[in-house]
């Protein structure tokens, strides 16, 4: 089955624990993104990757970072998270010839006390 | 600034159509394309739109005019189930592969 997978789906921290949310996908797609989404703000796009190894920033990537080491994988890593970083994260890929048509992971929803 | 505008909500009845709008100010442009959430869901892809026109998908369509920097999603027969979220994005050309959202519009439909 294509999908877009993310792990954790819940997750609970604490201020300056460093975290690792990962994003997998078994489409073969170039482009991969994250996005995080708040009430009333919509999806803003933190990090964006057009191949392995090229990432490039998004809207909002301060206090964010990742990696594209192989074309399936795209981690996203809050080195020192903080509360305002609480958020519902998605991962999403495309083909990056395509419509515009991204899919998407289920959503991993942070909350940093 | 780089920025989309929808409605924030809009109500319609079963059966009925409904238009969402969106406008849009990208520094580039390489399409408009349009998801449904629904409420804790993952967005699902609906249509996209590259020139100008209409693109029908069965109930959906959506609308893009570049020279007045907006599109439309148009709901046909609307169900109880297309109650949910709807987003704009705009994918940037040129240097930069960006891609901005709407803030989203509510769709409530009613029996």
């Known amino acids: 089955e294509a999908q877009v997978t993310q792990n954790p789906r819940y997750l609970i921290t604490v201020t300056g624990k460093k975290l690792t949310v990962t994003c997998s996908q078994n489409?073969?797609?170039?482009?991969m993104s994250w996005y995080r989404q708040d009430p009333g703000l919509g999806l803003r796009q933190i990090y964006y990757?057009?191949?392995?190894?090229?990432?490039d920033k998004g809207d909002v990537p301060e206090g964010y970072k990742v990696s594209r080491k192989e074309k399936r994988n795209f981690p996203l890593i809050l080195e020192s998270p903080s509360p305002n970083q609480t958020s519902l994260y998605f991962c999403a890929s495309m083909v990056e010839s395509s419509y515009n048509e991204q899919f998407f992971g289920p959503g991993t929803r942070l909350t940093v006390l | 600034g780089q920025s989309l505008e929808q409605p924030s909500e809009v109500t319609a009845v079963e059966g009925a159509i409904v238009q969402i709008n969106c406008t849009y100010q990208t520094s580039g442009f390489y399409g408009l394309s349009w998801y449904q959430q629904h409420d804790g869901g993952a967005p699902t892809f609906l249509s996209y739109?590259?020139?100008?026109g209409l693109e029908e998908t069965g109930r959906f369509s959506s609308f893009l005019s570049r020279s007045d920097s907006y599109g439309y999603l148009l709901l046909q027969e609307l169900q109880m189930k297309d109650s949910a979220s709807y987003f704009c994005a705009v994918r940037y050309g040129g240097a930069t592969n960006k891609l901005i959202f709407g803030t989203g519009t509510l769709l409530a439909v009613q029996p």
């Open positions: 739109n590259a020139l100008d």
């Open positions: 489409m073969n797609h170039e482009y």
């Open positions: 990757s057009m191949n392995v190894e090229v990432t």
